[in-house]
């Protein structure tokens, strides 16, 4: 189950090599209980893609999380977003809140993307 609750904060980045962008949000997933509840990296990667999608009108795109994000607040883990051409962009994803399974994060894109690799 994905929620998400908007901040007041929300502003689109319009980076030339990525497309437009979500610089800041914030979301909550429902998780499988576990002691603290974590909430898996695919799983992640995905509300984050779907959630950049919604906000930006463009395609989902393509973002990795190397690692599950743990439910505690204050927890942060680091993501990529990975464009058409090749280039990258940062996300930031940071715990904010708790409460029985569902985790509640913000995160925001990185200001610059890197371009691609040749």
Do not use: N
Not at 56 to 84: I, N
């Amino acid at each position: 189950m994905f929620t998400a609750r908007t901040t007041t904060g929300i502003s689109i980045l319009a980076a030339a090599a990525v497309g437009t962008l979500l610089v800041g949000c914030s979301a909550s997933v429902e998780v499988k209980k576990s002691t603290p509840p974590k909430l898996s990296a695919d799983k992640l990667a995905g509300t984050l893609s779907e959630k950049l999608a919604a906000v930006s009108g463009q395609p989902k795109p393509h973002v990795s999380c190397p690692e599950d994000l743990a439910g505690k607040v204050g927890t942060t883990s680091r993501c990529t977003l990975t464009a058409d051409d090749g280039s990258t962009l940062g996300i930031t994803v940071k715990v904010t809140s708790v409460s029985g399974g569902r985790i509640h994060y913000d995160f925001k894109a990185d200001d610059k993307a890197s371009p691609a690799t040749k």
